[in-house]
DNA sequence: GCCCAAAATGAACAAATGTTCACTCTCGAA
DNA sequence: TTCGAGAGTGAACATTTGTTCATTTTGGGC
């Protein structure tokens, strides 16, 4: 229903003195003498017939509108598009550690618990946190360790570090992430600060975790003492794609039901879904599958990542079994 | 201050969910982590910043702008502009009438008093007058008539016809605008229904007048009979350049002291300045220099003219005497 | 490490805006 | 004329947004 010229005048003088002389609804009736409810209506319609246009200018040398696009697509709360300076491993991760470091400090208060697994990507996260004075904050440790105890890359090192730089209390969790046997993991959650640091992580405020995937560097496809090739072929022929925290995922982020899943020491995918923000660090060549897995499956509603997996990931055709 | 790239990318990003996805503020603030009041913040900024642009559109054809300049120089409630056709008096006039027609049924509901003069304007306002049945308004006379009783275009012929067109109650005035002396005056103001009608009239919600000046048509220089050449030729040389319900007031708005005044059975300019909404129709050549003065002293605070008169009153240089 | 000024924060409040719903008005048909 | 459908209206209510102010946090100097 199109209006004659002296209503669109009327809209055109009303939207002046609202959006531009920024004069109230309440105002601008009494100026005109009608109703401020007409007023609003009138301003509706202003907006409506293109009398009022609003326009948001993107910020150049920014992927805001390839992160908008993500959310969208993957029912995210958030994405983070970083473009590195080079594509080589150890760039990509470090930028990605920025922006993630970035990501999180933004949506931190001071007061919440986090959890946090680990891996090189957690790692160059960590490295950009920037000091902070939270003792009313805990970092959890989500995922028992891996390697030998004495190496300081996987295990607790993360979470301390991230505690330290934080300023906040810590809560690790003293076993290995992988061990011999369903008995073996038994004994080791009978412990009480175990027990409760593993419930404490799942129900942590956020999550920040990295996307393992079936890469030569994958941290779970190495630990061959608890883990014999064959268990591997298994797990490859079930599906897997990637984990996050040890716990292996399909292409469309369900769990793989195997033995492993009993020797692990970790929250299982369900109950990370159920932290409220999970953010999910990874990026660069070998990731696509595991991170377009675990979008899939819902497992993570906030993804930091490059801009090439951006474009990967939303190149594909719709997907119906895409859970959020 | 200016923000880096990222702190732009969130600013765009917030912009977007809140002027382009319709997300309330709230729900921004959670799927972002942030508080509400953060992301208000954020918003302000993004318009400080020009990442968001509101701009309106003027309808084209219309003197949206005129009016607007008009509105904030002679801090008026309502300027309205219309662009006759032809530039012929009777065209003016019957185009000014339609336009203040529309702005005056605009502001109407149904429950006012409105109070009006008379004059070739106004006649063409009544004539453009849609029908309505408004039996909660009254429609009140606002000056004694002029000329002989019997000629129906003065005193109280457009208040009535204007009362039936809205379906209105009337109000009239049984007396001439002009009497003899100041003793008359006195007897038919000692008159309780003209004494009411005037008192009313001064506390009506709208007023409708039209501004009368110094040409050959003016109605109150062509009565001569109760008007003297010399009385005329006083006047003018106080300084009056127009009237409005027969109150001749200066170049800037300012009633003229004379003694003619207490022979006029109308509102005081003081009274008509009091009234919440009082328009003036006028246009057309000769009726500048009235509407200007008009304007300067507040006595009117809507105006409905014509582009050339608007372009005109806008040509000159500010001027300290404007009152309001 | 400690301390301070300045900036940032969010809870509580105040204001502005949007929505609903019962009612009124208008217009056209009978 | 009367009648009724449909549009239009604004009071009351609900929601959203803006502002203030006491407190916390931050960054920088020592």
Redesign the pocket.
């Given at each position: 229903m199109s209006t004659h010229a002296s209503d669109k005048n009327l809209l055109y003088k009303i939207a002046k003195a609202?959006y531009q002389d920024e004069l109230?609804?309440?105002?601008i009736a009494r100026r005109f003498g009608?109703?401020?409810?007409?007023v609003?209506?009138l301003?509706?319609q202003a907006r409506q017939e293109g009398i009022v246009k609003i326009t948001v200018v993107p910020p150049p040398g920014t992927f805001a509108d390839l992160e908008r696009q993500l959310e969208a697509r993957f029912g995210l709360l958030e994405a983070v598009v970083v473009s590195p300076s080079r594509y080589d491993r150890a760039n990509v991760v470090r930028e990605l550690g920025q922006a993630a470091a970035d990501c999180l400090m933004r949506c931190l208060?001071?007061?919440e618990i986090l959890t946090m697994s680990w891996g090189t990507t957690l790692r160059a996260t960590v490295d950009a946190l920037?000091?902070?004075?939270?003792p009313?904050m805990t970092v959890v440790q989500m995922a028992g360790g891996l390697g030998r105890p004495e190496a300081e890359v996987y295990g607790s090192d993360l979470t301390r570090r991230a505690a330290q730089a934080l300023g906040a209390r810590s809560r690790m969790i003293p076993a290995p992430g992988i061990v011999a046997s369903k008995l073996a993991r038994d004994a080791l959650l009978a412990d009480t600060h175990i027990a409760e640091t593993l419930a404490m992580a799942a129900r942590a405020d956020v999550a920040l975790v990295g996307l393992g995937a079936l890469t030569p560097e994958s941290v779970v496809l190495q630990v061959s003492s608890l883990l014999t090739e064959e268990q591997i072929n298994e797990l490859k022929a079930l599906g897997m794609v990637g984990d996050i925290a040890l716990r292996c995922y399909d292409a469309y982020g369900r769990p793989i039901r195997h033995e492993v899943n009993e020797r692990i020491i970790a929250p299982e995918l369900e109950q990370i879904k159920r932290i409220p923000r999970v953010i999910g660090v990874a990026g660069g060549t070998g990731k696509y599958e595991s991170i377009r897995a675990a979008l899939r499956g819902g497992l993570i509603n906030v993804l930091v990542t490059d801009d090439r997996t951006a474009t990967r990931l939303l190149g594909e055709p719709d997907d119906p079994h895409t859970e959020r």
């Open positions: 609202y109230t609804q309440h105002d009608l109703s401020r409810v007409k609003s209506r301003l509706e208060k001071g007061r920037p000091s902070r004075n939270w009313h």
